[in-house]
Each structure stands twice: as C-alpha cells, then as structure tokens.
C-alpha cells in the first residue's frame, strides 16, 4: 500500500464505493433473503468469485454463504465475503497514491420458523485497517390468506467505528488524533402477492437513518482558486451528522407460456440530503435443457446532494460540503448475461440434490453530469475540464450446491 | 347523534366487519406450479444477487429496498 504523506484521498471502503454500512445492509440480505415465509430456505452452499475492474480499480475476492438446517423448523447460516482492492482511482490520483487492501466480513444468522411465521437473526461483523462495522438484524415473515400474500418486516442497526490511516515512517497506522462513530437504523417492509398462476409481484419499502460521523475522511472538496496552481485548492469535506432516505421499490415477475421468466423493477428514491433517485431494471430469463441463461438492463439516474459541488467558489463556501461522486448528480446503465448449467446427479456424492455452475458478466457505465476529471485541470482549465465517465466490467464465477 | 352520523357509523362498522373475512385464495395451491419454478424466485441466486446490488450500492446515492429480502412464493 502506498500513501502520500498525510492521507489517501479516498476512504478505501469509498473506493469500490463502498461503505462498511453498505456492505452490511448487502450482507443483512444475504442472511434474509432466502427465507420465504411458511417455508425455511432449502439447504444451500455457494461458493462465488467476483471481479470488477473500472476507473483504475481492481476489486476482486471470494464469497462463501452455507446454509443448513437443524431439526424442522431452524435454519442456520454462515458467511464470509473479502475484498482485494487495488486502487489507482480518479479519487485517489487527485491527491494521493495508489494503494491496495484487504476487507474481511463474516456474517451469521438463524430462521426459526413457528407456524407460517419465519423469525429471522442475524449479525454481521466487517473490518478493515480503517473502518469496523458490527449489525444486529431482525426480521419476521408472516404467509396469509392461503399463501397468497407474504409480509416481512424487519429491523437492523449497526455501530461503526471510523479510523484514519496515515503514513509515519514508511509505515502505515491509525491516525491518533482521529476516531469517530457512526449509527444506523434501517426499518423495512415487504410484502409479496401472486396476482395470476403466472404472475407474482413484490413491494417495499425502507427507512435508514444514520448518525454520526457520514464523511469520508480521505476524500476532498475542491474550490476555485485563481492564479493559484492549477487553478483550484483542495480542502475537507464537512458531511452533516444524520441522514434519513426512503426507497420505495415495485416489482413483477411473469411466467411466459414457454417456460421463461420476464421481471421488471422500478424504484424511487429520496433522502435529507436532497437525493432523488429513479431505478429501472428489466430482466429476461430463459432455461434450455440443463441450461438457464438470464440477460438484463438496469438504468439508475439520480440529482446531486444539496451540498455537493465539483468545484466551489470559494473556501468555506458554506457549512456543508462535499465533492464524493456518489453524491454527484449522473446516470447509469448495466447490461448484464448469465448462464448456469445443472450438473447431472452424480452417484459418488449421494446427499448433493443438486449442483450448478454459475458465470456472469455486466458492462456498467455511469456518466456524471457534475463530476469533472479534476486531473486535466491544468489542460482545460478548474472548472472546464470534462464530464467523468466511468466504464466497469463485472465478472461473478460461483458453484451452487443443494443438499 | 344524527340519524346520518348514525348511517355513517353502521356502513363504517360494516365494512371493518367484512373486511375480517379472510379472503378466499383465487389461485389455488395446485395452479402454482410457475412459483416452483427456480426461473420464477424473486432472487434466484442470493450470494450473486446481493454482490451485484453491493456493486450499485457503493456507487450510487440510493439505497434500500431493493426488493431481495424477504419475498415468497406460496409454493409450499
């Protein structure tokens, strides 16, 4: 890993994009996500590799998620999840060096099912030189009126502890002087109704609010400074302390006469931070003898936060201010394929019902319509320099075992 | 109270009465058979699903309800 002298100028989980409390919330839905009310998940082992190469960044690593049950009503889960980063991003060319490291998270959870009832734990632990992440969650899971309709309301919070690199010596430490928190509370609420023999459609909804320290410690605004280097100085972000957003979320899935699937999403958005958001997503999924392939589109668009600017006036311009893309103002589209293919039942492992072999490929691209290449500054000018454009490949390679 | 409050009140009573009757299941459990169908899970593959959603998720703005917790089928 390599450092400028006083810090990187991205908070490493911002690198993949990520937040720990992201990463939670992602791996509260790996612990919830297979329940289906009345019934307690089937027994499932995956064991998945994911790459993502974009904007400089190579994230790689393994995931593994197993999944058994214990006598007839309690399911048990475990998971781990790592992320390798290196790093040479936009962010971090701006200010600092490239850099490379390594996140670990271990997730486990219980679903204890009582009548049509599903009572769900779970918790989550992710750490990283700079960043530790614990999450309880709770959720429930009702069927009713004849199975038709499935309600699952959850709860989840989460305490973070924020740390700073920085380099003394040549070595790399926590900064001393710098230690912050930061709480979060998610409230959800789902609910699933079969429409037709074919047709199936999902509602939710989410409440999160965080408290505490919400900015990345690495990363900087930027504001104009004429005549001045080239032509703009770089500054702390100020965050404020709480956030509140609320996504509401509809989706519809339809059995095709041919055997295939059709399903459809769209999602709004909203937050305190003046965030709007708009998600479509359109997916087709197609089986073919011992093949399943599946092909989509997702395209995101969203305003920028009330503070965020590329490029502010002046120092201390106002009281809140930032300069994260995540926050900028852009639109996004992901063009994705899989194909899974079931292996024939082997005689030498009786107890695998089943066994798949997975790959998936996507093509993101997201341009910002108020993130600028502050590194061509010096050519174009602060301020004029072109609209960022990010281009991704994800890769996902994964073994899925039913036993 | 006036007879029209009084109306009003009784429609009001009636309907929460009938809406405690549940409602019959217009699709059978023998004409579920699609919800069995893997290709019709919500989420089909969780561990892969939920990388994906983590992949938008650190690059954008929004976030929850993304529609992967929770779910059913009433296929049981």
Known sequence: MQLSGAARSAHPSAIFGLTPFARTLCALIVITAPVIAGVLPEDRADVLWHYYNGGDITVEGPEVLVRKKVGDSLSLTAGYYEDMISSASIDVKLSASPYHEVRKQENVGADFQHGKTIYSFGYIHSREPDYIANTTVYSLSQDMFGD??????????????????????????????????????????????????????????????????????????????????????????????????????????????????????????????????????????????????????????????????????????????ARDRELAAFHSIDVGVGAAYEFPHVSWAPWVNRSTFNVKADHLTVDYSDFRNALLAGIYGAGNEPLYVLNANIFQVFVSIWY | MSKAMQAIMTAVLLALLGGCAAPQPWVKPYEREHFADPIMSMSRNPVSDVYLEHVFETREGARGATGLVGGGCGCN
């Open chain 1, 148 to 321: 038709l309709t499935t309600v699952t309301m959850g709860y989840h919070r989460a305490w973070d502890q924020i740390y700073r690199d920085i380099k003394v010596n040549g070595i790399i430490q926590n900064d001393p002087t710098f230690y912050e928190r930061a709480d979060h509370r998610g409230y959800s609420l789902s609910l699933s109704q079969i429409v037709t023999r074919s047709l199936i459609l999902g509602f939710n909804w989410e409440l999160l609010t965080d408290q505490g320290y919400l900015a990345n410690p690495y990363r900087k605004i930027r504001y104009a400074s004429p005549g001045v280097g080239e032509g703009f100085t770089l500054a702390d972000q100020v965050y404020p302390n709480t956030r509140t957003s609320n996504a509401g979320s509809v989706q519809a899935k339809y059995y095709l006469p041919w055997r295939a699937a059709l399903t459809g999403s769209y999602r709004y958005y909203t937050d305190t931070w003046a965030i709007r958001a708009h998600t479509y997503q359109l997916q087709y999924t197609q089986p073919w003898k011992q093949w399943i392939f599946d092909g989509g589109i997702r395209y995101y668009e969203q305003t920028h936060a009330s503070f965020y600017s590329d490029l502010f006036p002046y120092a201390d311009y106002q009281n809140f201010m």
